[in-house]
C-alpha cells in the first residue's frame, strides 16, 4: 500500500508528532519527529545507521526532541499500543 504523506500525534509522556513520508508497504524514505516531554532529560545525539534504518538522527536537549530517519521501517504505534495492553493484561 503506497501513501505519500502520513502525520500522527502522540500523547506519552508528553506531546509527539510525527511525519512520515512517501511510504510503500512497511517502509519510508523519510520520517521525522518532535517531541516535548514532561520530564527534562540530559542532552545527547544518537545517530546510527543499521537495524531497519539506512540512517537514524536523534537529538535530545532538556524537554525537546528532534528524531529523523532516512529509509527506514514506517513506525506504526498501532503496534505498539496493541502489545502494550497485552502486555499489561498480562502482568496486573
Not at 504523506?5 to 517502509?27: C, E, M, P, T, V
Not at 521525522?32 to 535530545?60: H, M
Request: proline residues 1%; hydrophobic residues 40%; aromatic residues 22%.
Amino acid at each position: 500500500m503506497k501513501k505519500l504523506f502520513i502525520g500522527a500525534y502522540r500523547y506519552d509522556f508528553g506531546h509527539d508528532w510525527y511525519a512520515s513520508l512517501i511510504n510503500i508497504r512497511k517502509w519510508s524514505l523519510f520520517q521525522i519527529s518532535l517531541s516535548w516531554n514532561n520530564e527534562a532529560s540530559w542532552p545527547y545525539l544518537q545517530v546510527r545507521s543499521g537495524t531497519g534504518d539506512v540512517l537514524s538522527i536523534l537529538f535530545w536537549a532538556h524537554k525537546f526532541g528532534l528524531d529523523f530517519t532516512l529509509i527506514s521501517r514506517t513506525w506504526c504505534w498501532d503496534r505498539y499500543d496493541k502489545f502494550y495492553e497485552t502486555f499489561k493484561e498480562d502482568n496486573v
